[in-house]
Protein backbone atom coordinates (compact mmCIF):
# COMPACT_ATOMS: atom_id res chain seq x y z
CA UNK A 1 0.00 0.00 0.00
CA UNK A 2 1.39 3.32 -1.08
CA UNK A 3 1.81 6.04 1.99
CA UNK A 4 -0.24 9.00 0.72
CA UNK A 5 1.76 12.21 0.89
CA UNK A 6 0.18 14.79 2.59
CA UNK A 7 0.33 18.19 4.46
CA UNK A 8 1.19 17.54 8.21
CA UNK A 9 3.34 18.61 10.58
CA UNK A 10 6.37 18.47 9.03
CA UNK A 11 5.24 20.65 6.07
CA UNK A 12 3.38 23.33 8.48
CA UNK A 13 6.77 23.29 10.46
CA UNK A 14 8.73 23.89 7.64
CA UNK A 15 6.12 26.83 6.17
CA UNK A 16 6.42 28.60 9.48
CA UNK A 17 10.30 28.48 9.28
CA UNK A 18 10.53 29.66 5.49
CA UNK A 19 7.87 32.25 6.48
CA UNK A 20 9.86 33.62 9.66
CA UNK A 21 13.17 33.20 7.77
CA UNK A 22 11.72 35.62 4.96
CA UNK A 23 10.19 37.83 7.72
CA UNK A 24 13.28 38.46 9.26
CA UNK A 25 15.03 39.09 5.99
CA UNK A 26 12.61 42.00 4.75
CA UNK A 27 13.40 43.41 8.37
CA UNK A 28 17.02 43.39 8.08
CA UNK A 29 17.10 44.73 4.46
CA UNK A 30 14.29 47.55 5.48
CA UNK A 31 16.07 49.04 8.69
CA UNK A 32 19.21 48.37 6.79
CA UNK A 33 18.18 50.21 4.33
CA UNK A 34 16.26 53.54 6.88
CA UNK A 35 19.68 53.47 8.42
CA UNK A 36 21.92 54.62 5.22
CA UNK A 37 19.96 57.61 5.15
CA UNK A 38 19.60 59.56 1.68
CA UNK A 39 22.82 58.29 0.30
CA UNK A 40 23.31 59.76 -3.41
CA UNK A 41 23.11 57.08 -6.14
CA UNK A 42 24.51 57.93 -9.48
CA UNK A 43 23.52 57.24 -12.71
CA UNK A 44 26.58 54.81 -13.46
CA UNK A 45 25.07 52.92 -9.64
CA UNK A 46 21.65 52.58 -11.09
CA UNK A 47 22.86 51.00 -14.28
CA UNK A 48 25.06 48.59 -12.40
CA UNK A 49 21.96 47.52 -9.74
CA UNK A 50 19.69 47.13 -12.90
CA UNK A 51 22.34 44.96 -15.00
CA UNK A 52 23.06 43.30 -11.15
CA UNK A 53 19.23 42.18 -11.11
CA UNK A 54 18.35 41.23 -14.67
CA UNK A 55 21.46 39.41 -15.02
CA UNK A 56 20.77 37.72 -11.32
CA UNK A 57 17.39 36.67 -12.81
CA UNK A 58 18.49 35.79 -16.28
CA UNK A 59 21.19 33.00 -14.34
CA UNK A 60 18.46 31.49 -12.03
CA UNK A 61 15.82 31.46 -14.93
CA UNK A 62 18.53 29.47 -16.75
CA UNK A 63 19.36 27.63 -14.03
CA UNK A 64 16.33 26.32 -13.26
CA UNK A 65 15.28 25.51 -16.79
CA UNK A 66 18.29 24.06 -17.65
CA UNK A 67 17.29 21.36 -13.92
CA UNK A 68 13.61 21.06 -15.93
CA UNK A 69 14.84 20.05 -18.99
CA UNK A 70 17.22 17.74 -17.32
CA UNK A 71 14.69 15.94 -15.29
CA UNK A 72 12.35 15.66 -18.37
CA UNK A 73 14.79 14.06 -20.60
CA UNK A 74 15.58 11.64 -17.58
CA UNK A 75 19.25 12.61 -17.34
CA UNK A 76 18.58 12.50 -13.23
CA UNK A 77 17.99 9.13 -13.30
CA UNK A 78 20.15 6.96 -12.02
CA UNK A 79 22.96 4.78 -14.47
CA UNK A 80 24.18 1.57 -14.32
CA UNK A 81 21.26 0.17 -12.29
Keep these: MKKRLGMGWGFWLLTLALAALLAFAVWGFATAWRM ?10 YVALGLGVVL ?24 GR
Aim: hydrophobic share 35%; aromatic share 12%; no cysteine.
Design 36 to 45: SGNAPISVHG
Design 56 to 79: SLALGFGLMGLAFYSSRRGYDDDQ
